[in-house]
Structure formats: C-alpha cells, structure tokens
C-alpha cells in the first residue's frame, strides 16, 4: 500500500526554516533554502514533479544512514571562496559534493542512484572531463586524498584541451603531494595554509527518522593545517594562469571573519 508524504514548514531552534516530509512509519527534514536548491536543480531536468518528494525523502535517508557509518565528515567551503574560484578560474564544478552540500549546479557526488535526479553527474572516480576547471575538495582522509590525485592526473593526461583543477585538502604527515614524481609534472602552485588562518563551514543540513537533532550551519577553524593545489596541463595554464595576484585572492578568501559565513 502506498502512502502519501507530507511536507510541511517549521521554524528549528535555532530560527532556521525546515522542510519536513512525514508518512506513517518515519520523518525526514532539511533546511528550507537546501530544499528550495533540490527543487530547482530537480525542475531543471524536467523530472516528473509528482516524484520530487520522494525522491528528496530517498536522498535524506541515504545520507542519514552514512552519517550513521562514517568516522571523519567532509566540512564545506565557504562561499566566498567559490565565489573567487568562479571569478579568478572559471570554476564550475565540484568534484567532491552531494546534492545537500554542494554550491555550484554541477557536481560529482557518492550515489547516483539517488543524487542524479538533483543534477549529479556520479561518483569523482567515474568521471572523465575533457575540458573545465574544477574544485575538489576531498573526505579528509589520507586514502581519499592520494585516489583524488591519481584520479586528477589520469584525467589531465587523458585530453588536450584546457583543465584546471583546484585542490584542497588536509595536510597528513605520511603524504605530500608535491614529492609525488606524476603529480608535480602538472601542478602549477602549491601553498600551506597554516591552522587558525582558515575558516571553513559544517553543520546539520538534513535529519532523518529517528533523530531530532536540530538543523544548523556553523563555521569554525579547523586544527590542522591544509594546502592548496593547482594542478593543469598545457592548455590550462594557458586559460587560466594561477598569476600570484589570483592566489592571493583565493587564500584571502579563506580567512576568518567576524561575522562567519554568509
């Protein structure tokens, strides 16, 4: 027997607006302005509208359940640094998201079954671009981060039009990337941003059954230090050239406010 979802708007704790879907045996709910992005990214599809609460109930679900399994969460970037990557290297793609975290409309994400009906293009690891710039921004785990770069310097010797890839990830003590023979003969720039000089943003986007912890976003500084790549091949650096003025403006985009993120 089937039976109907429905969605209803509350305020959280915290004054955030909710966007809660119910049905008799479980509840999911999501910050609204996450909602409203999934329904615009799914309408871009022309997907069947009589769909669309289910499948963001499925999405919920799913990413509840890892949360569950996980030991180390992805934090998210502020803002304002996508703003600078879009501005200063034509970003438009990120390799590391999901449809409940990401911030530019094209994406690699975890589950394609669940995520390509919000403009996923599937996993970083299955996905072959022959031209773009990018930002990946991995799991902060070391064997996460090593898979990226392979996976980074397949593709920039795989196509001769122009690549960019901007990389973000924690420092770990038993790899670095720029000692690696097949990374560096693509990376353009490397800079360490050092512990306390960087702001980067988490929080509670999505709960589902059984849980009532409330919806928030935080900001916070994290307790590690993280480096910054730029890796192209010969027709990116050409289109996008990582001059020391656009870095500057990238790391400046990190730093610590006053106010957070916005």
């Known amino acids: 027997q089937m039976f109907a979802m429905q969605p209803v708007q509350r305020q959280s704790n915290f004054g955030a607006t909710e966007f809660e879907i119910s049905w008799p045996h479980g509840n999911v709910a999501i910050l609204q302005k996450h909602y409203d992005e999934l329904v615009r990214?799914?309408?871009?599809?022309?997907?069947p509208m009589n769909q669309i609460i289910g499948r963001i109930f499925n999405l919920v679900q799913r990413y509840e359940t890892i949360n569950y399994l996980?030991?180390?969460h992805q934090p998210v970037l502020p803002s304002r640094v996508f703003d600078a990557l879009q501005l200063h290297f034509g970003v438009n793609h990120e390799c590391f998201a999901s449809p409940l975290n990401r911030h530019l409309d094209n994406f690699c994400?975890?589950?394609?079954?669940?995520d390509r009906f919000f403009n996923s293009s599937g996993s970083f690891f299955d996905f072959f671009p022959t031209s773009g710039s990018f930002v990946a921004h991995p799991p902060p785990v070391q064997q996460d981060v090593i898979q990226m770069f392979v996976h980074i310097i397949a593709i920039l010797q795989g196509s001769a039009q122009p690549l960019s890839f901007f990389v973000f990830a924690p420092i770990f003590d038993t790899f670095d990337p720029t000692r690696d023979s097949a990374t560096v003969s693509y990376m353009v720039r490397s800079v360490v941003v050092q512990r306390g000089k960087h702001m980067l943003s988490t929080?509670?986007?999505?709960?589902?059954?059984?849980?009532?912890?409330?919806?928030?976003?935080v900001s916070f500084l994290p307790n590690?230090?993280?480096?910054c790549y730029w890796l192209q091949n010969t027709a990116?650096?050409?289109?996008?050239?990582?001059?020391?003025d656009r870095v500057?403006?990238?790391?400046?985009?990190?730093?610590p406010t006053s106010t957070g993120l916005r």
């Open 41 to 47: 990214l799914y309408l871009s599809l022309r997907l």
């Open 70 to 72: 996980r030991t180390e």
């Open 109 to 114: 994400s975890q589950f394609p079954d669940t």
């Open 224 to 227: 590690n230090d993280s480096g």
């Open 203 to 217: 929080g509670i986007y999505f709960r589902g059954t059984n849980s009532n912890q409330p919806l928030q976003e």
């Open 236 to 244: 990116g650096r050409q289109q996008w050239p990582v001059t020391d």
């Open 248 to 255: 500057s403006q990238i790391l400046s985009s990190f730093h």
